[in-house]
């Protein structure tokens, strides 16, 4: 069975995942690479089996390296996409896929050009929360899907210089990827209020006044989903929620990323012919049992789960040479979905059409 050998590039949250490339049965070599010597050097000495990368060119031009995993800050996401790509590799990348929907073009027509995968790497999308509702769904308990919701409440006060006045639904991945994913169709318009206002510094660098926006997404099967994503001066306990409203029952991540999901269920007791609701905290069972017996021991590894999930889907899809799940088209609805809306908040509300890729 053919192996897959694959470079890590960006080594802050870009770890996580070289330590799961590193064990995985169908990866062969793992490169890792960050502009920070000391960061490839301190995990070269944890992990031992790995190369380091001299450049990000280095990794372009080895031919014996199929794919990449882009890890670096967002503004460097979609150049090094379209590198990676252009260089014959298939690529993976940190959400959000870009911050244009020109990049997201650009992205797209370099991937179809490469014959090569695409993937972005949304977390949300292999959660224990998102894998429940996922089986809710396709087991006839939830019933029709009427109404979604995601949220993304972050205080990135402190964080590095590119997050700083970042318009919120620019990175709004996380609050609007399970909608999309779950609906089972594309957005296809949205209006989107920004709210609140912020330090004049944080408005300077994107020109963004907002720190926290709020949009209503049309679908284009006619399901509507509503998203908010705060990122600054909005004090609030982290959380990555979904909701799912369905005509049997409802699934409600809500409250803080640390607390279980609520699902309410409607039912007829007995006697009676009005219905009432019945409203349960659930644990969320794992789902690693799914996962090569290799990557068992990665479920545990951060944002629920999703790492190991992330890491096979990428590594399988290179193997079989198949699309990954989520591909340049899901990609490309879930980022310009947020670019879109905040564009709709710039403009006080206005309805903006999302383009299809
Ligand atoms: N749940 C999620 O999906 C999730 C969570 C955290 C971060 N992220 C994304 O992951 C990315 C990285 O996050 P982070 O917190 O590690 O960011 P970061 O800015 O702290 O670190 C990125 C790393 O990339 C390195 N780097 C910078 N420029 C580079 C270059 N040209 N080539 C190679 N390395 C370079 C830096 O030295 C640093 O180690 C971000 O784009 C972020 O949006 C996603």
Known sequence: ???????????????????????????????????????????????????IANSFEDILNDPTIDAVHIVTPIPMHAEQSIAVLNAGKHCACAVPMATSLEDIR??????????????????????YQFFYISEMIQDGRLGKIQFLRGSHYQNMEGWPGYWMGLPPMWYGTHAIGPMVALSGSRICRVN?????????????????????????????NGLKGEATRSL???????????????SNSSFEWAISDSWDPYVSTSYIPEGSTRARIKCEQVQMPHYYHILPEELWRFDKSGHHGSHPHLVHEFVRSCVEERKPRIDEILAGNITAAGICAHESAMRNGEAVIVPEF
């Open 192 to 220: 989107c209020f920004g709210s609140g206002t912020m330090a004049e510094d944080l408005v300077r660098q994107y020109g963004n006044p907002y720190p926290i926006e709020s949009a209503l997404f049309e679908f284009e």
């Open 1 to 51: 069975m053919k192996k897959i050998n694959i470079a890590v590039v960006g080594l802050g949250f870009g770890i996580s995942f070289a330590r799961i490339y590193c064990s995985h049965p169908d990866v062969g070599e793992v490169t890792i690479y960050d502009t920070c010597v000391e960061y490839s050097n301190k995990l070269a000495e944890e992990l031992r089996n790995v190369k």
């Open 232 to 246: 600054f001066e909005t004090t609030r306990a982290y959380q990555e929620g979904l909701f799912v409203y369905g």
């Open 106 to 127: 650009r992205i797209v027509a370099a991937k179809r050009k490469s014959g090569k995968n695409y993937m972005m790497m949304e977390t949300t999308l292999y959660s």
